[in-house]
């Protein structure tokens, strides 16, 4: 793969090939479209860029077509990542060895098994009424407590915290240890080596718990993984991978929630409208996560096996891609008016939970967590409010996924 130096011209790079972007790693504030995204998106549906850590360039596909073929196409490993280099955002790869969001199938639909009950539609709703009671726990002290609060620290992060533990059946005293790693893991604000050992003390943590839990059963993912490994259907070392990733990803709903709740905060007229006619609510679920920003640049990539045409580009064997599902979830031709939040948008076909054998695990969960969580900001605050002026809230430095530091509210 080429290491040539990004080019910030415009046309195409002296090899005839659309030229190399430097994308840098910035905190974007706001729920704002990342301008060098906006940029990318107008020069062509396939092009190429340069993150900040990694070696070489990759291609960067954003127009909801192609993403979805090349999320869904076998052709696209994401397995053999693990021994590239690859040009990234982070500072390293998140998942252990062997972790199933670097797995291909067959052996990532048989890990992807093993925990699979706990996130069908029955077994996320059997986790609503237990997720409820806990965030009424939350929104009962707030109101206790009265204004003015911290909406991400009073609710916005230890709801998603608590309802992922619950889910794991990690013991209610770990829960802060989980959360500090989890933030050290997805930040690059407090060094690669932080990060670095933040993952290797979760990682510990999980070999040990599921060694406590062999030979025992639950519907909870620690009791399932532990039996898929009693029957030798997933290794100890596969099972840790993937408890360390779904343990992650609820970390994304404090990010996403946060800016779900940036936004009726800040457009009060939206919060007005879902308060009147509640039956648009599971439509405007549906059209935030289609437009706030999920995350920085982009998440992992995949490597071609063999050479692919995509939207008239030859990605030839061994070089690597990378999907914008937020660019997919702009694409004009998909979604018309796709800058304006349109609550009763229907259809709606965003990508916001990924597309192929690699759609979030965690995706009936999370959109289960965020619709609790609007009606909770909905119904039981009247009058909330930002308690600071806009510009005075801050967004999290040197994170993988975009969100609010803190939402300081009132009511």
Known sequence: MSTETADKGTGTGSDGQPPVRFWPA?????????????????????????????????????????????????RF???????????????????????????????HTRLRRAVAPAFTTKGVERLRARAKEMLDELVDGMLRDGPPADLTARMLAPFPLAVVCELMGVPEADRPRMHEWTMLILSSSA???????????????????LEQRRGSDGEDIVGLLATAV???????????????LIQI????????????????????????RLRASPELR????????????????????????????????????????????LAANRDPEVFPDPEEIVLDRTPNPHVAFGYGPHYCLGGLLARLESELMVDALLD????????????????????????????????
């Open 26 to 74: 910035q905190d974007l504030t706001g729920v704002d479209f990342d301008p060098v995204l906006a940029e990318l998106m107008r020069e062509g549906p396939v092009t190429r860029i340069q993150l900040p850590n990694g070696d070489g360039w990759a291609w960067m596909v954003s127009r909801h077509e192609d993403v979805r073929m090349v999320t869904n196409d076998r």
């Open 77 to 107: 490993s994401r397995k053999a990542v693990v021994s590239h280099n690859v040009t990234r955002l982070a500072p390293h790869f998140i998942p252990v060895e062997g972790a199933v969001g670097f797995e291909d199938p067959p052996d």
């Open 191 to 209: 060094g690669a080596g932080r990060s670095e050992r933040a993952k290797d003390e979760m990682t510990g943590y999980f070999a040990e718990l």
């Open 230 to 244: 009693g029957r030798e259907e997933v290794t100890a070392a596969e099972a840790v991978g993937l408890a360390l």
């Open 249 to 272: 990803g609820g970390e994304a709903v404090t990010n996403n929630t946060g800016n779900m709740a940036y936004i009726l905060l800040s457009r009060p007229e939206l919060a007005e």
């Open 282 to 325: 599971p439509t405007a679920i549906d059209e935030l996560l289609r437009y706030i920003p999920h995350r920085s640049a982009v998440g992992l990539s995949r490597i071609a096996t063999e050479d692919v045409t995509v939207a008239g580009h030859l990605v030839r064997a061994g070089e690597a891609v990378y999907v914008s599902y």
């Open 380 to 411: 039981r605050f009247p009058g909330l409010r930002l308690a600071v002026p806009e510009p005075e809230l801050r967004w999290r430095p040197g994170a993988l996924i975009r969100g609010p530091e803190g939402l300081p509210v009132a009511w």
